[in-house]
């Protein structure tokens, strides 16, 4: 019930320098240069000399009750397990139903995020898929976002991409409409998550919506947005103009290589052209399919996307393109939390939820806090799902 971190070097994400933290129960009760505890209170101590501390990591783009299909039923992917979580860092999950929205349904994706809360992390959902009519659970999305506690939003809707339903500005406004006010009704963010392929229309279509309507640009979180170079050069337009954007982490070598620019390089690229920091964020489409297609959109192969990529590519700016530590975090941890208004999130604070990770001197994840529950210590994977 009661857990010390003693001496860790905090970013919480912003750098406080070496103090303890002491747990209590699922939340922090207080961080300060020196916690001890009555030797009649029985405690845990975690000894974190040398280490560094930082808010738990939040994904918010996993399919997490598998994706994909796009070559047919044998390549539906796997549904996300506890551990490929929590061994990542990653205690917070966003779900969604990407191209698959008739056998990947809303009571599944709901089910499946009770699941791992009941496992011990936090999860939450968007409402609907590619697809346009948005195929909600109670058939309107205001209406989820307000009757069912685990929706927070809508998507993710694919534009700019030969899978899309290829919606219009006019269905796009009512969308972002509905979930905006599902969203004020409910005190729930009401973003509205967006699929970005790699159409030579890129963004058009949201900053049609923006200009033409009354819907605040910070309605949208765009996401795959270093997907090619021309789509990151369109983004970073966007995000001047101040949208969010989101850069996926899992890839292949064949992407790389045909012009998708890498999250660490992306996130850097993106700070010196002058996006603030607090509009990006990474997310890891972790169990999505990476499809290949050929020129004529016939599919060609696949790959099965990965959460453990997410803090892998804040590593990687950290260490290999030198983006300050507190910057890096951000992008997986306030930032998503204040977009999505997850308000006991992303952050190392007094009362905010114990989420907490420990990294080593070479910035990989040792120790793990999920809701004050010591998920993974000295990176082995203390607590399983169910059937691992």
Do not use: W
């Not at 509205?192 to 309507?213: F, M, Q, R, Y």
């Amino acid at each position: 019930m009661f857990t010390i971190i003693r001496n860790a070097e905090i970013y919480n994400p912003d750098h406080l320098g070496k103090k303890d933290v002491l747990i209590a129960f699922s939340k922090i009760a207080m961080i300060d240069e020196r916690i001890e505890l009555p030797e009649d209170i029985p405690h845990n101590v975690i000894e974190a000399d040398g280490k560094l501390l930082f808010p738990g990591f939040i994904d918010s783009h996993v399919h997490i009750m598998g994706g994909g299909g796009e070559g047919s039923y044998r390549t539906r992917t796997p549904e996300l397990t506890l551990s490929q979580a929590t061994s990542s860092g990653v205690t917070t999950l966003i779900g969604v139903i990407g191209t698959d929205g008739t056998t990947r349904t809303m009571p599944d994706l709901i089910a499946k995020a009770r699941g791992l809360e009941e496992e011990g992390i936090t999860c939450y959902v968007h409402t609907g898929s590619y697809q346009v009519p948005v195929k909600t659970l109670t058939g309107k999305i205001e209406d989820d976002l307000i009757l069912i506690d685990r929706v927070i939003g809508a998507g993710e809707i694919a534009i700019s991409d030969h899978r899309s339903s290829q919606p219009t500005v006019e269905e796009m406004a009512k969308i972002a409409s509905a979930a905006r006010i599902g969203g004020m009704l409910s005190g729930k963010a009401g973003i509205v998550n967006i699929h970005v392929g790699d159409s030579p229309t890129k963004l058009a279509l949201l900053e049609e919506v923006v200009e033409t309507t009354d819907i605040p640009i910070k309605t949208f979180h765009p996401t795959h947005i270093n997907r090619t170079e021309e789509l990151f050069r369109s983004g970073l337009d966007y995000a001047k103009k101040g949208g969010y954007i989101d850069f996926t982490t899992s890839t292949i070598p064949q992407f790389l290589e045909e012009g998708e620019v890498k999250c660490s390089t992306g996130l850097k690229r993106a700070l010196e052209a002058g996006v603030p920091v607090e509009q990006i964020t990474f997310t890891s489409d972790g169990q999505a399919s990476l499809p290949a297609f050929d020129a004529n959109g016939e599919f060609e192969g696949l790959q099965i996307g990965t959460v453990a990529s997410l803090y892998k590519e804040v590593r990687d700016a950290i260490v290999e393109d030198g983006v300050p530590i507190s910057d890096a975090i951000k992008v997986i941890t306030k930032n998503p939390a204040s977009l999505l208004r997850l308000k006991d999130k992303g952050e190392i604070a007094v009362e905010k939820d114990a989420d907490l990770v420990l990294v080593n001197k070479g910035f990989e994840v040792d120790t793990v806090f999920a809701k004050g529950q010591l998920m993974v210590e000295n990176k082995e994977v203390l607590v399983k799902g169910t059937f691992e």
